[in-house]
Each structure stands twice: as C-alpha cells, then as structure tokens.
C-alpha cells in the first residue's frame, strides 16, 4: 500500500519561509504525477502546485513566484518551498499523488503565517 507523509509545517511570521516534505512509500515514487493542496478554515481545497514524472511543474497564481515545488526521486520525497509566506497562506497542505488507479493523499501539515 503507498502512503506519503507530510512535514514541516509550523508557525512562521509574515514574510517567513518554511519547507514542506512529503516522504512516499513504495518503489514507484519517480512515476507519480504528484502536488500540494491546500485547506483554509472554512474553506474548500485548493491546487497549490503540481509536478509531473518529468519534473515540468504549474503553479497557481496567488503562489506564483513565492512557492517552489520540486521533488527528489531518490529520496522518495517531494518538497514545497514557501518564500515570502502571507497570512492568506494558513492553511493545511496536503501532498497528492496520481498514477494508473492510484490516487493517494497524505495526512496534511498546519502552516499557520501570523504575527
């Protein structure tokens, strides 16, 4: 059974950074086409990033610029830098993996941006 867990998440002042993992399971990491989500209080989840087999990455507009998302395939891991964080970016992110029939989410992370 695949599963991805997150880390990294914490509290991070305006303007801070943080990075967040999301280490797979299984021997089939380099073949997901995998991104981050995210979830505000009160609100429905939305597309952070995403990033391809290839590596060929999109990114929505309200993080263009600011996130970077990469992935490492040897470690089984994909990464989400944040940069120049706002308070709008509370949320817990989730990472998402698809492939075939496989469509696995992990449990989440808090990022909370405050002052």
């Known amino acids: 059974q695949v599963q991805f867990v997150e880390s990294g998440g914490g509290l991070v002042q305006p303007g801070g950074s943080l990075r967040l993992s999301c280490v797979g399971s299984g021997s089939i990491f380099s073949m997901f086409f995998m991104g981050w989500y995210r979830q505000a209080p009160g609100k429905e989840r939305e597309l952070v990033a995403t990033i391809t087999s290839g590596s060929s990455v999109n990114y929505a507009d309200s993080v263009k610029g600011r996130f970077t998302i990469f992935r490492d395939n040897a470690k089984n891991t994909l990464y989400l830098q944040m940069n120049s964080l706002k308070i709008e970016d509370t949320a817990v992110y989730y990472c998402?993996?698809?492939?075939?029939?496989?469509?696995?989410w992990g449990q989440g992370t808090l990022v909370t941006v405050s002052s």
């Open positions: 998402n993996a698809q492939w075939n029939d496989l469509d696995v």
